[in-house]
Every structure is written in structure tokens, then in C-alpha cells.
């Protein structure tokens, strides 16, 4: 029994029928501690212990366990436990077709690409892979909500671009409309994507792209005064660096005195700087273009 309850904490105090027949469990067993309130059934075979906390995520596993075989949660379930959104409130499954499963409130996706190298594990619940997840949202999102996601999950090391290929290509085969938008985004990506540390800097990186202006240098390292800085984008022969403030960096006293404390530095040894904000990137692109060119032209002068 502690194996079983070990493995309830990790999976949000949920147990599959599968597991607890694993464990020896016979169903009259089962139904005894059902009745002494030390279980408590949840559909599909799945087992609640005492004492469990309620939560979103206990609902998803809920439908993952009830699904049994192949299944993983999915699209929007799956989006939020990567982190991508934090919005959605749905609980759906990818499970692999034939298969038929009716669970009451949960919508459940008849897979016929699903493969177990599909699947992984966040949070104790078996999910659809980055990559997977975001060839999947291509079925169900607008095509920038899905652009968006594909820059912070490339920035943040969770998927290659490569590995995106490869997925575009396997699902493709099935006909699959969310690949063909997300073989639209991959080829309107910057070639120097892999480098940058966000989503924000992807974004920059296409404006630049877009824009027609000369490639930067991603971080590139810096020796100032004795202090080394590594800048987010850099033009080494006009000396020009552009730094990106996203909304949760840059904004407690503290770090705006670090901020202007190195811009400072990098001004007295000949760097011009300038500074955009997400809303510079995402609502004025060509001025924030314009901006980067007018500067880097000057300095040519």
C-alpha cells in the first residue's frame, strides 16, 4: 500500500484501475474501502484516496486514467500545463483512433497520428509533447495565438524548430489542417531563432527579418569598465545595442538602477542604446524598424 500511495501523490491522489489491479487490488477489496471512506471512486475505474485536494489538474488526470491505453491530455489541457496559456479551463484528451470514450465534460480528440512517442509526463499527467501539443493547436487557435506560443516555447528550449519539422511532416500525412499553419509559421521563422532567450526576442528577430534590416549579433558579450554584459542585440561596426523589456522584467526600483547603471556604462564606452517594449513589438512594428534603421544609418554619417 505505501508503493500505491506514493504513486497517488504524485499522480494529484488519483489510482487507475489498472495500477490498482497491478498492486493486487481485487474489485471487492476495492469496493471495502469505498465503503470505510477510504476511496472514493471517480469514474472510468479511476480511485480518489481520502484526503485528496480538489483542483483542475485532478479533473485532467481524471479523464487521462479513465481513457486507459494510449491517452494524454491534449490541445488546450495540454497548453496550459506547458505553460503556453493560462486561460483555458478545458479538459481534453487525445486518445488513438479507433478507440471510442465518452466522458462527461471532457472532449475527447480520436487520434489517428497519436504515437506513445507523442506522449510524456507533466505534473504527474500524461501529455502530448510540445511539439505535438503545438501542431495541435494549430487545429483550434487563430494562427498568431499559435505564432505566439511557437516563439515563447522555441525561446524557453521546450521545442527546435527541426523537431517541429519532423512533426509537421508525420501528422501532414493524415491530412491535418493545424499543420499547414504550423508549416507557415516555422517558415516565416528567423534563421537565428535558436538563439534568442524569449519570446520577445523572436519577435524582434522577425521584425528585423521583415523589416529588411542588417542581422544583429544575438547576446553578444561585452567587457565594460571591467564588467562583463552580454546585450540582447548588437550591431558591432556602428556600436548600436537594442535591449527588450518585457512587462515582468525591468520594473522594480532595484533593477532599474542596475538597468541604468549599465546603460551608462555602455554609453561612456561608445554604445548608443535603445530600449522596446513588448507593445512597441507587438503594436508599432515599422516604427520600432524605422527606429533600429534611422539610428544604425546615422552612424554611418
Aim: one cysteine or more.
Amino acid at each position: 500500500m505505501t508503493q500505491l500511495t506514493e504513486r497517488a501523490s504524485i499522480q494529484h491522489g488519483l489510482l487507475s484501475a489498472a495500477q490498482l489491479a497491478t498492486a493486487g487490488f481485487s474489485r471487492s477489496m476495492i469496493d471495502t474501502r469505498v465503503r470505510n471512506g477510504f476511496f472514493s471512486r471517480r469514474g472510468g475505474g479511476v480511485i480518489e484516496l481520502a484526503g485528496s485536494r480538489a483542483s483542475w489538474e485532478q479533473d485532467l488526470l481524471v479523464a487521462v486514467l479513465a481513457c486507459s491505453d494510449l491517452a494524454a491530455a491534449s490541445h488546450r489541457s495540454a497548453a496550459r500545463l506547458w505553460g503556453f496559456r493560462s486561460v483555458d479551463d478545458e479538459l481534453e484528451v487525445a486518445i488513438q483512433y479507433p478507440r471510442s470514450v465518452r466522458l462527461a465534460n471532457v472532449i475527447v480528440h480520436r487520434s489517428r497520428d497519436l504515437a506513445p512517442g507523442d506522449v510524456t509526463v507533466v505534473d504527474g499527467i500524461p501529455t502530448t509533447t510540445p511539439e505535438r501539443t503545438i501542431c495541435d493547436l494549430g487545429l483550434i487557435f487563430p494562427e498568431y495565438e499559435v505564432h505566439r506560443i511557437l516563439r515563447q516555447a522555441i525561446a524557453d528550449g521546450l521545442v527546435l524548430p527541426r523537431d517541429l519539422w519532423s512533426m509537421r511532416q508525420r501528422t501532414s500525412k493524415q491530412g491535418r489542417n493545424g499543420t499547414g499553419v504550423l508549416e507557415r509559421i516555422l517558415e516565416a521563422l528567423p534563421e537565428q531563432v535558436e538563439v534568442a532567450e524569449s519570446g520577445l526576442e523572436v519577435h524582434f528577430l522577425e521584425i528585423c527579418e521583415r523589416y529588411f534590416l542588417p542581422a544583429p549579433v544575438l547576446q553578444l558579450p561585452v567587457r565594460v569598465a571591467g564588467r562583463d554584459f552580454r546585450l540582447d542585440f548588437a550591431w558591432w561596426e556602428q556600436r548600436v545595442f537594442v535591449e527588450i523589456d518585457g512587462a515582468s522584467f525591468h520594473s522594480t526600483p532595484t533593477q532599474i538602477a542596475a538597468d541604468g547603471s549599465r546603460q551608462n556604462l555602455l554609453v561612456r564606452a561608445g554604445w548608443t542604446p535603445l530600449r522596446f517594449t513588448a507593445s512597441d513589438l507587438r503594436d508599432y512594428p515599422s516604427r520600432t524598424a524605422n527606429a533600429v534603421r534611422e539610428l544604425l544609418q546615422s552612424k554611418h554619417l
